[in-house]
């Protein structure tokens, strides 16, 4: 099993970014997928999650309005679109699977938002 995340970079306060993370060795349109940060001196924090189908979404109130989760089934990828970026936004964001009780990674990628 793998995930990997790409598209993190610096950014202005009230631009835009958009994640990708390609996963690969399960079944992938099987299985929700979720979205965590990761800010400097803090612990990890969720961030949104979707459904198999992408029917179904849930965000954490810090991003609910500003970020959108969706996923490509056919390209075994799962995406994050980041507007009207904040500072507090800062931070490595991380793909998960969760596959029967394990966690599993990806090394994330930085999002850094300053003017």
């Known amino acids: 099993v793998q995930v990997v995340e790409s598209g993190g970079g610096l950014v202005q306060p009230g631009g835009s970014l958009r994640l990708s993370c390609v996963a690969s060795g399960f079944t992938f349109s099987s299985f929700t997928m979720r979205w965590y940060r990761q800010a400097p001196g803090k612990g990890r924090e969720f961030v949104a999650r979707?459904?198999?189908?992408?029917?179904?979404?849930f965000y954490a109130g810090s991003v609910k309005g500003r970020f959108t989760i969706s996923r490509d089934n056919r390209k075994n990828t799962v995406y994050l679109q980041m507007n009207s970026l904040k500072p507090e936004d800062t931070a490595v964001y991380h793909c998960?699977?969760?596959?029967?009780?394990?966690?599993?990674w990806g090394q994330g990628t930085q999002v850094t938002v300053s003017s």
């Open positions: 979707i459904s198999s189908t992408g029917g179904d979404t």
């Open positions: 998960n699977a969760l596959l029967w009780g394990h966690d599993y």
